[in-house]
């Protein structure tokens, strides 16, 4: 998302102890913030950061806790202060600020925040400061051993395994449904919290619920042409099958000499699926699966897809993790709330490619990321060794919604200051255990766009899968080719 993200993570901040006005109703995948001071002027001690209004409005919220004072609290010097450079929300637009900065060899900022789908391209530039070398060994050590392996993957030099960036928050994506609609519609939901269903199950019950209840939709999910698509929503859906873009998790790292694998049976079955979802009387629908979704997928990212589900128009919904706590609480659905993770079309130990088959979850999320250029090297540093403490991570999961990058802290939260999330640790610690990367190369960003242009034309019917996938093959072949021929020369 993504994010956001998305990025893979487009969300709308939560939190138990305020609603952070600032930042209602701003999307990642195209809302702006409010523009920040810059940081020119600021007096000794302040470190620069950027980030969207949500992470702004629970570093100084206008009552109660806030992460400045949980990182005071964590051993920060108390000299030293975080300004918040407030950015666009669009994660693209937010990349391309921090090129345009960086490439100046421009500080402030002192501290960017990147998204986890495009921190490997700024490290590979040597554009990023090596945490390995910089920070105290003991603290490397607690983030390597303690974080989401996942997440770390993506702030990490892919040549020398060296620790560039530091997670600030995963998000992980998640299948939401109204447990009391398939409930009551004749389908037993009750193992679905620990073992997701097949997605024909799935997608029966959801359509049987659907036709007894007389909500609107069934399924809703993001299939706009944009990152959140490529990276994540039919990523989760594609490895559920035991598809890949680039043959299994081994390759998500390094670009230029692996497999081209858009155009297998498996990857062309998972979007006939979704076509079939859309439009089930297609030539190219899948025998045995019914129609759930509605045909505005194709133009939907995460908050046009919530809110159908949220007002109480959709059996199910696919999203990150904010929209457990928009939608788990009790003036909306409390215990109704079903969540689980991707349903499953082919069982891991069926699948050809490592890494995929099985359930899987999206990873989204940011990494904080110090500047070459800073004149407040040591500073910041400080700053990014006080965001490992656990009360820092607990803060901003409590303040802001925020899954912390050690997600075994979720059991340890306060319920009564995290709400609904708490009772879904279990699903969240599960994502966590099958969180899929996106292949963050320096190429993705490009052949990114290549993929989700395919998937939304054969989304909408406007190419068949096959023949989508075919013409993404031959894209992401030249793609792959003009890497191998730049890194050879």
Not at 109 to 136: A, C, K, Y
Not at 354 to 379: C, F, K, M, Q
Request: aromatic share 8%.
């Amino acid at each position: 998302m993504g994010e956001t993200p998305p990025t893979g993570d487009s969300r709308r901040p939560w939190s138990r102890r305020r609603v952070l006005e600032a930042t209602a109703g701003v999307s990642a995948t195209g809302g702006l913030a409010i523009a920040g001071c810059l940081g020119r002027g600021t007096r000794d001690g302040t470190v620069v950061m950027t980030a969207a209004t949500d992470v702004e409005g629970i570093m100084y919220p206008d009552d109660g806790d806030s992460i400045q004072e949980a990182l005071w609290e964590a051993g920060l010097d108390e000299d030293i202060e975080i300004e918040i450079q407030t950015v666009v929300s669009d994660s693209d637009a937010r990349m391309e600020g921090a090129q345009a900065a960086l490439q100046a060899g421009r500080a402030p900022p002192d501290i960017h925040m990147m998204d986890s789908g495009w921190t490997v391209p700024f490290i590979l530039r040597e554009q990023t400061t090596n945490l390995t070398e910089e920070l105290p060994d003991d603290v490397v050590d607690h983030v390597e051993s303690e974080y989401l392996e996942a997440i770390l993957e993506t702030a990490r030099d892919p040549a020398t395994d060296d620790l560039h960036g530091l997670p600030l928050f995963p998000d992980l994506g998640f299948v939401l449904y109204r447990r009391d609609l398939i409930d009551d519609a004749g389908h037993e939901t009750g193992d679905w919290d620990d073992e997701p269903p097949s997605w024909e199950a799935f997608a029966t019950a959801v359509a049987d619920a659907n036709d007894d209840s007389g909500v609107q939709y069934g399924f809703t999910t993001q299939a706009d042409a944009y990152e959140g698509l490529a990276c994540c929503s039919f990523n989760e859906v594609m490895t559920s099958w035991g598809g890949a873009y680039f043959g299994g998790a081994d390759n998500l790292f390094t670009a230029g000499d692996r497999p081209i694998t858009v155009d297998d049976e498996t990857v062309i079955d998972a979007i006939r699926m979704m076509r079939t979802f859309i439009d089930a009387d297609d030539p190219n629908a899948l025998e045995g699966y019914p129609e759930i979704c509605p045909s505005a997928i194709v133009q939907w990212t995460e908050q046009e897809s919530l809110g159908p589900f949220e007002a109480g128009n959709a059996v199910a919904h696919r999203n990150w993790a904010f929209a457990i706590s928009e939608t788990g609480d009790e003036e909306v659905f409390g215990e109704d709330l079903g969540v689980t993770t991707m349903p499953v079309g082919v069982p891991d130990d069926e699948a050809e490619y490592d890494g995929v088959g099985g359930t899987s979850s999206a990873l989204g999320g940011w990494n904080l990321v110090i500047s070459p250029y800073t004149d407040r090297h040591d500073e910041a540093l400080q700053v990014l060794e006080a965001f490992t403490h656990d009360e820092v991570m607990l803060t901003i999961f409590e303040l802001g919604g925020f899954l912390p990058p050690n997600v075994e802290l979720v059991t340890e939260a306060d319920e009564g200051e995290i709400g609904p999330m708490a009772r879904y640790a279990p699903q969240i610690e599960r994502a966590s255990e099958n969180a899929l990367s996106r292949p963050v190369t320096d190429v993705w960003p490009e052949q990114s766009a290549l993929i989700y242009q395919e998937l939304n034309a054969a989304y909408r019917g406007v190419k068949a899968p096959a023949e989508a996938m075919a013409d993404l093959a031959g894209r992401l072949e030249a793609s792959e080719s003009e890497v191998a021929q730049r890194d050879g020369g």
